[in-house]
């Protein structure tokens, strides 16, 4: 049995790795397109094994303390984030200010599925 904050963390954490794994899984193979295909692809799937040995049981603990609508928005942002600081550091992409408003809005729409109804 978790702790309630254990219960709050733990998905949480499990969703970052697994947002880790599903970022390389799906753009990693951009910094390499001599690459044929068919390998990217392939390596693709394997790296997308371990996320979803992650993701699935997030969701699943994380069931029990949030809605599927606030696991969804702390998915949304975790995406957005890993991404982001994949695409700088891995690619070698520019955030750029259109990204950051963007990304930012993204977060406010998280922020409003949290928000206590009115």
Request: proline share 5%.
């Amino acid at each position: 049995m978790l702790t309630p904050i254990t219960a709050r963390i733990v998905p949480v954490a499990m969703l970052v790795a697994s947002n880790v794994f599903m970022t390389f899984a799906w753009y990693g193979h951009l910094k390499d397109k001599q690459t044929p295909l068919f390998w990217a692809i392939l390596v693709s799937w394997l790296i997308a094994l371990p996320e979803y040995m992650l993701a699935v049981p997030a969701n699943r603990i994380g069931s029990a303390t949030y809605t599927v609508a606030q696991l969804k928005a702390i998915q949304e942002v975790i995406t957005l984030s890993v991404f982001a600081i994949f695409s700088v550091l891995y690619l070698g992409q520019k955030i750029t200010y259109n990204h950051i408003i963007g990304f930012t809005l993204i977060a406010a729409g998280a922020w409003f599925i949290f928000r206590s109804p009115a």
